[in-house]
């Protein structure tokens, strides 16, 4: 088997047939002339339902999270959300149950909270770093996913995958991970028990804040076609420009996590020993909690930090609004450094909810400048 940074610029990628262009086209057609009624050249009739270039980006992303599992396939979608919906609404129905992490991305939240629970499908919130835990939320008879992130978002805490697939499948449910904040380059659960990956691919696998898509990454064939069945009928698909900019930098994925990481190691090492930090939340940390159960199951440990600001809430407001290197905005996983309060941001709606993060907590994607403008740019803001 290839190397994975092989199989990132490879994979689904075969030089163009008629013209030898090493970087696949952008096959920007709705539609596809047909030899005959049903007569179909390489399977395509109309966009929504296939795409070349669409194509060669979940092939590319089941080379990459899912090498050598014989029947493994991956779905691009328009977004992290429409891959989410249409695995809910896929696998789920009115009665199910499902289990998620007690510190989920807030578009999760909302999405069983506003979304999926009207249509009938509640939910329990758990710690992730608890099989115990997450199994006493399983409701038996009724839970059809447990719903995991790890490291999770945004506080950062690690959860078994191995040891949850075990719980997950004695119940009778699937394992769902989501892998956005490790990327395949540092984290493969589908090799640890996992049955579905999902991806937000803007973030890490897009890594250039240009485009907004998502992706499902499945272990079972037929569970993958009944995904693209919904994922057809739903018309949740990413058009063909966008799944050629995952592509594009995918290629230059573990290039980029390297130095994520090591720009990332830095900035935890000047926040552990700031006085107006009262705590770091990185799994490259020997006191993270999730410390040891990630470098088991992770090659690295990522460009995500986060941090409590000791002067409370108006602090860490002021602060992140004071940055000039890392710039205030929501997403994560470029190239460029951003920094953001989570509870008035990207988890604002879990707010009054056992989802609900500390107002103190400031998270940052640590980009891939320069270490020593991301350092300095902290000092000032900190004060």
Known sequence: MAGFETRAIHAGQE??????AV??????????????????????EYSRSGNPTRTALEECLAALE????????????ASGLA?????????CAPGAHVVIPDDAYGGTYRLFAKVAAPW????????????????????????????IETPTNPLLNIADIAALAEVAHAAGALLVVDNTFASPYLQQPLLLGADVVVHSTTKYLGGHSDVVGGALIVRDAELADRLAYHENAMGSVPGPFDCWL???????????????ES??????????????VAEVRWPGLAGHPGHEVAARQMRGFGGMVSFRHRDGQQAALDMVARTEVFTLGESLGGVESLIEHP??????????????????LVRLSVGIESVDDLIADLAMALG
Request: a neutral charge.
């Open 15 to 20: 030089p163009d047939p008629l013209t030898g």
């Open 23 to 44: 970087v696949p086209p952008i096959y920007q057609v709705s539609t596809y002339k047909q030899d005959g009624v049903g007569g179909l050249r390489g399977g395509y």
């Open 120 to 147: 009938g499908v509640d939910h329990t919130p758990a710690a992730v770093t608890d099989p115990a835990a997450v199994a006493a939320a399983i409701v038996p008879g009724r839970t059809r996913l447990v719903w």
């Open 66 to 77: 899912a090498p050598d599992i014989d029947g493994a396939r991956a779905l691009a979608f």
């Open 246 to 260: 995952v592509l594009r930098g995918i290629k230059t994925l573990g290039v980029r996590m390297d130095r994520h």
């Open 263 to 276: 720009n990332a190691r830095a900035v935890v090492d000047f926040l552990v020993a700031h006085p107006k």
């Open 83 to 91: 891959a989410e919906d249409t695995l809910i609404r896929t696998t």
């Open 343 to 360: 509870g008035r941001m990207t988890h604002a709606s879990a707010a009054g909810s056992p989802l609900e993060v500390p107002d103190d």
